[in-house]
């Protein structure tokens, strides 16, 4: 496959940048340049051109040239006179346009397939979800729907007049992030999966870069930039799907490990006598806390892998198990408190190795978190150790099951935000 699809670079990035027969060196410092000037003008606009120069320490003719090309590439675009109080002239302000600019985040679970797509101001322009059993498809079919998806996605940013600066997929569990290879997928049923180069043969423009990226990670990072507990610089993520995973926020920092394989927490063992997992292992804490464990103790008729079921969607069930709940079935009580108790349990295992201020509950477990956080809390005041635990609460995640779709998307801003360059120029630069 081409590498450079799947690690979200292109052989030709240096040419986008300037003209060609500039030396290489000074294309990488301008492209490091435009970075710092569109980065300060994302984070602090609408700011002027003097403050940008003031801040960066880049000279004024240097920040209006740079500022010109982010104007030419649709990525910077002056709001009018700022009045800051002082006599004489007012300066004319800027601020992040990138609406013309889209990042589209894909995310591939059990029983759904979701894409989020925005502008690089983070603005959502495409949200969609569709019901789909990876479950019990082979790898080929659900590859086949993810890239019906992606493509439909595509299409709708070009109706918008967006052009996609890039595109990264969310699959829960292992990931060779180089190659855009899924590692292994328990709960989906993937081993060695190209994703990245099965897209790229799926009709995608091959100028639109591709990244595969481990869900949970991805969903740490949305909540990270932009979730309820947003600039946390210690959390854990954990996903709340039929499988559980794990982002860790250390230091601000996504904590990836050796191999990029940090985050697996689902599979800690915390029942040697416990269920069998599709990891092949047995007693691993999704077993307990996953979505499919719950649905088996709630309602063990609609448990997954019962017979041949049509596709349900999360919320679905879960609305289910809310209905049995008002109709006074005790089962679900019952199942919620038993899962709230070993959530607190493998949480007391998260605090003591991470020391995070807070854990971020998605997915499901947000949607029930009024329940399920007593009975974890106690859980975790019981086994964790003592300050550390006292000091970490337990937070709801308020992006849904979207979180890791719009992570996903989000990489793609930051990659742009890194290499303006790597945006086509949209309008002529001015001359001289």
């Known amino acids: 496959m081409d590498r450079s699809r799947a690690d979200g670079r292109t052989g030709d990035s240096l040419s986008r940048g300037l003209s060609a027969g500039v030396p290489a060196d000074q294309a990488t410092v301008r492209r490091s340049n435009l970075a710092l000037v569109l980065r300060h003008v994302s984070a602090s606009g609408p700011c002027s051109r003097s403050a940008v120069a003031l801040a960066t320490g880049l000279n004024k003719t240097t920040v209006t040239s740079l500022v010109s090309e982010l104007q030419a590439r649709g990525l910077v675009m002056e709001t009018g006179p700022q009045h800051a109080g ?182 800690i063992l915390v029942d040697p006598a416990g269920e069998p997992c599709r990891c092949g292992r047995v007693g691993c804490w999704e077993t307990k806390v996953g979505l499919a464990a719950l649905v088996r103790m709630a309602t063990p008729d609609r448990a997954y892998g019962m017979g041949r079921q049509v596709v349900r969607d999360p919320e679905e069930r879960l609305a289910e198990i809310e209905q049995r709940r008002a109709e006074g079935d005790p089962r679900v009580d019952a199942a919620i408190v038993e899962v709230g108790r070993w959530l607190g349990l493998g949480a007391s295992v998260l605090v003591n190795l991470f020391n995070p201020r807070v854990i971020v509950l998605g997915g499901y477990f947000a949607r029930l978190a009024d329940r399920l956080i007593p009975a974890a809390r106690q859980e975790l005041a019981r086994l964790g150790m003592t300050g550390a635990a006292e000091r970490c609460r337990f937070v709801a995640s308020d992006l849904g099951f979207g979180a890791a779709a719009r992570g996903a998307a989000g990489v793609v801003v930051e990659r742009a935000l890194s290499d303006p360059t790597a945006i086509s120029i949209r309008h002529p630069l001015p001359s001289g």
């Open 86 to 267: 002082s006599v004489g002239r007012p300066s004319v302000a800027l601020a992040l346009d990138g609406s013309r600019v889209g990042a589209l985040g894909v995310e591939v679970n059990v029983d759904y397939i979701a894409a989020i797509a925005t502008d690089l101001a983070g603005r959502v322009l495409v949200d969609r979800r569709v019901g789909f059993d990876a479950m019990g498809s082979s790898p080929e079919r659900s590859l086949d729907e993810l890239a019906l998806v992606v493509e439909k996605t595509l299409a709708d940013l070009d109706r918008l007049g967006v052009t996609p600066a890039g595109v990264t997929v969310a699959i829960p569990g292992l990931i060779d992030t180089i190659t855009g290879t899924v590692v292994v997928a328990p709960n989906l049923g993937w081993h060695g999966v190209a994703v990245a180069e099965r897209l790229s043969q799926a009709g995608i423009r091959p100028d639109i870069p591709i990244v595969v990226d481990n869900d949970a990670n991805l969903a740490a990072l949305a909540e990270y930039t932009s979730g309820s507990e947003a600039g946390t610089s210690d959390l854990v993520y954990l996903t709340g799907e039929v499988g559980v995973g794990g982002g860790v926020i250390s230091g601000g920092r996504l904590l990836g490990g050796a191999d990029g394989f940090a985050g697996e927490v689902g599979h």
